[in-house]
């Protein structure tokens, strides 16, 4: 079955201990994005990656990170997570665009920062 | 990057049509329409994708103006499991940076 996944998808941290949410594709998706979505505020994207070892900042890149090492995987990590990153976090994937391409998501991963 | 601009809720009875209109007069050449629907605790999905004049599938149409400067997806006869919120996004052909808008939420009643 066609899918992203996200791991894991509950996650309750505390300031300053480093995380890392993972995102895996098995549709052989060049591109790949993560974004947050907050109450009143939609979806903002975070990074994202035209394809293996290229990423780029996207609307909120502030306090993440990501890295894109094989075309199926590209992770999310936050170094030294604060309360203000609590939200609901979304993975997608399309072919080659973000912009054209039908992206598909993942079920989402909601982080709490304490 | 288009700027879009979409009404944060409507209201609508079972089996009418829905119309939600999308705003964005900043949208360049190269952009596309994509609509996608985001049901609670899940992500969202793509329902209908155009460029220019009308695109119908099985479950929207989308209609687009000649200045592209706004969109409006169509829900025929909604139900209530069309409840849920709808985003409009405007992307560049080959582009990857994205701006989604606030979306939309749809309350469907019986």
């Known amino acids: 079955e066609a899918q992203v996944t996200q791991n894991p998808r509950y996650l309750i941290t505390v300031t300053g201990k480093k995380l890392t949410v993972t995102c895996s594709q098995n549709m052989n998706h060049e591109y790949m994005s993560w974004y947050r979505q907050d109450p009143g505020l939609g979806l903002r994207q975070i990074y994202y990656s035209m394809n293996v070892e290229v990423t780029d900042k996207g609307d909120v890149p502030e306090g993440y990170k990501v890295s894109r090492k094989e075309k199926r995987n590209f992770p999310l990590i936050l170094e030294s997570p604060s309360p203000n990153q609590t939200s609901l976090y979304f993975c997608a994937s399309s072919g080659t665009s973000g912009g054209t391409d039908t992206q598909y998501f993942g079920p989402g991963t909601r982080l709490t920062v304490l | 990057l288009a700027k879009t601009t979409q009404p944060i809720s409507m209201d609508s009875y079972e089996g009418q049509e829905v119309n939600i209109t999308c705003s964005h007069n900043?949208?360049?050449?190269?952009?596309?329409i994509t609509w996608y629907q985001q049901f609670p605790s899940q992500g969202p999905r793509f329902i209908i994708q155009g460029y220019k004049t009308k695109v119908t599938n099985e479950v929207a149409s989308l209609f687009i103006p000649a200045d592209r400067k706004s969109s409006t997806l169509s829900l025929p006869r909604v139900s209530l499991s069309d409840t849920a919120v709808y985003y409009c996004l405007v992307g560049e052909e080959g582009g990857g940076k994205l701006i989604f808008g606030q979306g939309t939420e749809l309350s469907v009643k019986p």
């Open positions: 900043n949208i360049a050449t190269n952009d596309y």
